[in-house]
């Protein structure tokens, strides 16, 4: 019983915070910049989450335009780590995510439109390296959000993700160095003072647990 | 706004950190004088002299460069904001 409760407890904070990276961490696509548009949108309360706020030095209302960018991405495998021939069409928004959250200190949503309709607008087949956060979903209309366009000039480009492996080293010295702190604080600080309180507990535990096996028959009663 | 409240906040989340990265630091370097001292002195029970060694090597750790270290986990987080900041929007 106690296994399957740890169990669900850590697959459902892998899931969350798996899901939390996966949207929060920067990731790369292959586009075809097709167009530009600006669209007004009225945010319901459910996908209201999914979006950044105005322009940063704007005010903040219930309704404003939103600008987006119309693409046909290469579809990938895995995360973007196994290339495919297949293309599918995209949509990113292209929001300010201002000083607050995703981290990205965003200000420049203008600009980078009017990079994105300069690229969908030149000869050739306007192939960029769109980097973004985010999900699409149809039934939320939510939009990833563009953070950067770079034109290439085709295809086949390779990508190395420098930010997440970073991110994903920093995360791990952390997670030990958190841990190397938390077993120092119990061997310096813990430790000692329980075994101080030992002696004392040890005189009373004789008693509590003369008690304790009471309670236990007691309860055990309930399972015949 | 948005900038007084990250500045206000990371400064709280980044006192925290320093406070705690200062405390295990010092616990380590305690640590570390209470095993010298046992190596070098097996067989001492002369509990002063040990309190005295330890001391001075505290005293030494806190006059020295490294906890003046620790006062990076305000600059380098610094340094990656603006620089997040400046890659994405130059």
């Known amino acids: ?29 292959i586009v075809r910049i097709t167009s530009t548009e600006v669209i007004r949108t009225d945010f319901s309360a459910i996908n209201r989450l999914f979006y950044a706020q105005a322009d940063s030095g704007s ?6 335009d939103l600008r987006l960018i119309y693409t046909e991405k290469k579809r990938t495998f895995l995360l973007g780590f196994i290339a495919r021939d297949a293309r599918q069409v995209m949509v990113y928004r292209n929001e300010d995510t201002g000083w607050i959250w995703p981290p990205y200190f965003k200000f420049d949503s203008s600009d980078l439109q009017a990079q994105a309709a300069a690229v969908s607008t030149s000869d050739g087949e306007n192939w960029a390296v769109m980097t973004h956060y985010g999900w699409r979903n149809k039934y939320l209309s939510i939009y990833p959000n ?9 295809p086949d480009v390779q990508i ?44 009373v535990g004789d008693a509590v647990s003369e008690k304790h096996g009471r309670l236990r028959r007691w309860l055990d009663t309930w399972r015949k | 706004m948005g900038l007084i409240r990250l500045v206000f906040f990371g400064f709280l989340v980044l006192s925290v950190t320093y406070f705690l990265i200062s405390v295990y630091s010092r616990s380590v370097r305690r640590e570390k004088l209470e095993y010298r001292w046992g190596e070098e002195n097996p067989d001492s029970k002369d509990q002063a002299a040990r309190e005295a060694f330890i001391e001075q090597g505290m005293h030494e750790y806190n006059t020295g460069i490294r906890p003046r270290l620790i006062l990076l986990v305000y600059v380098v987080p610094t340094i990656i904001v603006a620089a997040i900041h400046v890659l994405t929007t130059y």
């Open chain 1, 1 to 29: 019983m106690m296994r399957k409760v740890k169990t669900t407890f850590f697959v459902l904070v892998f899931v969350l915070v798996g899901g939390l990276l996966h949207y929060v961490l920067p990731q790369h696509d």
């Open chain 1, 59 to 64: 005010a903040e209302l219930g309704t404003r």
């Open chain 1, 146 to 154: 563009a953070i950067g366009i770079r034109a290439v000039d085709g």
């Open chain 1, 160 to 203: 190395i993700p420098w930010f997440n492996i970073f991110f994903f080293i920093f995360a791990v010295v952390a997670f030990f160095f958190l841990r190397a702190m938390w077993r120092q604080f119990l061997e310096r600080a813990v430790d000692p003072a329980v075994q101080s309180m030992g002696e004392r507990v040890d005189a």
